[in-house]
Nanobody, 116 residues
Framework: QVQPVESGGGLVQAGGSLRLSCEAS????????MGWYRQAPGKQRELVAV???????NYLDSVKGRFTISRDSAKNTVYLQMNSLKPEDTADYYC??????????WGKGTQVTVSS
């Protein structure tokens, strides 16, 4: 079993920065893809950024150039550095870990609020 736990959310003014962290415990050797998703009120959950075990990344178009995903394998942690935040980035942010055997593990989420 794998358990991701997010941290780092909060309230920030537009233009500010936050860094989200997701630390994984359990059978983490099976994890090959780590990602961040978000869900705003009344909207569907969307992929924000993913990073593979090889380090390749992919981003939602609206966050390219502002957000950076990274991982520290030694700490079993994936990060999302969010700069130049906008009110439309307000959402609950979730960490998802994908295992090589096909299972997905979700964290409980962390709230990000960007004030204008």
């Amino acid at each position: 079993q794998v358990q991701p736990v997010e941290s780092g959310g909060g309230l920030v003014q537009a233009g500010g920065s936050l860094r989200l962290s997701c630390e994984a415990s359990g059978n983490i050797k099976s994890i090959n893809v780590m990602g961040w998703y978000r869900q705003a009120p009344g909207k569907q959950r969307e992929l924000v950024a993913v990073i593979s075990s090889s380090g390749s990344t992919n981003y939602l178009d609206s966050v390219k150039g502002r957000f950076t995903i990274s991982r520290d394998s030694a700490k079993n942690t994936v990060y999302l550095q969010m700069n130049s935040l906008k009110p439309e980035d307000t959402a609950d942010y979730y960490c998802k870990l994908h295992a090589a055997y096909g299972m997905d593990y979700w964290g409980k989420g962390t709230q990000v609020t960007v004030s204008s």
